[in-house]
């Protein structure tokens, strides 16, 4: 049979130019999403890197600055043992000193590095716990306070032990077993050893008969006012530890790792430290410490590029030849004006982040400079961002010693019936 001449159909070059520019079309689509995949996959990375800097920046400058809230100047940063120091309310002849409240610290190169991260510790009493003492304290090994006892009294929390009567002075004592959560009307606090004028471990300070002014609990708002307070004061060491797989720490910064925002309040719970995870992927903490009434050339340490903190005038000055500043001191004293931790009256603060897995793309291995730290080498691959803000601490400047106020009348004279 003869095929007719008008018979329909595509040539074998038509169907195979037909399959080609069809080719030619899928590969432009798969590349174009490939594309709009790999720009979204970037733009989450950064969301990513941004809000984990947020929230690391916004957790530590919100207690940098409450930094020395309620407690005397020379205890509000922590750079290491002090020799000499002053607290505002101590009893007469006192010979004071204080100790490093983390053991890991015996200089001020513990706080800085130029070869790594940075830590940083500093205190402050916390406004929201008051109790009276419910009994009088003997032997200074432990004191007994109104209940209850909403959240544990872990092992390593200072305290401020404080008169309203008498002498009107105040002891800074540490607990040494952490006492539980209790309804009950009295709760005893077993304290860690000490009876010297050690900060914070001024048991001795307790045999001061304004420490017998006591109220138990629902006592009139009369007996509440004039007893001895104890109060909490927090400490927060902020640093960053790096964990592998197994969750063992690892020191080498080169590794992948993951890093991580730490806080460790100085708390033990069954001789374990209590530690929290601020924020994962921070892979460095830098900072620098203001003066603004020190000679020019210190009013800003921590900050000269690949040259650590030292100690002295030119660095952090723990053992001032005239003292360290006190409540009293004027803005113009000679120990207002030098380099001790009391005299800091903001802190900059530097991380760096990291993106959570490698990026294939990425051939990058510096974790670039902050503070004095130089550029670092640490695992390639990751995608990085650098934060940085400044907190200012006001409690340093105060020029006297805070005492609570407590209403007698049950607010109706307008004073303070809360906690700090």
Known sequence: MTRPKNAGGFSLVELLIAVAVSLLVIAGAVALLTSQQRIFQVSSADRALQ????????????????????????????????????QDRAPANADLSAASTFPSCTAIDCRDSIAGSDEIVFRYRNPSFVRSLAEAPTGGTSITIAGPLRTPLFQGQILQVMCFAGDMIWAYVTVGVTAPITDSDTVEITLAGGNGDVFPFQNGYLANVCFGAVAPRNANPVTFANAAKVYKVDQFRYFVERYDEAGAVVTDIA??????????????????????????????????????NSAAANQLIGATANTPIGAGDSGIYLDLPGGPPSFSDEAGSAPRLTQHPGNIRAVAASIVVRSPAQDPTVFDSAIPAAANRPTLTGPIGFRRQAFQTTAATRNLDARGPYFPTYSTTAGADHLNVSGG
């Open 255 to 292: 590794t992948a790792a993951r890093p991580y925002l730490m806080l460790d309040q100085g708390l033990l719970n069954g001789g374990a430290p209590v530690l929290n995870v601020v924020a994962p992927n921070v892979e460095d903490l830098q900072f620098a410490y203001v003066f603004p």
């Open 51 to 86: 809000e984990t800097g947020r929230i690391a920046l916004e957790e530590l400058t919100s207690n940098l600055r409450m930094a020395g809230y309620g407690i005397d100047p020379s205890y509000a940063f922590d750079f290491g043992p002090q020799p000499t120091t002053r």
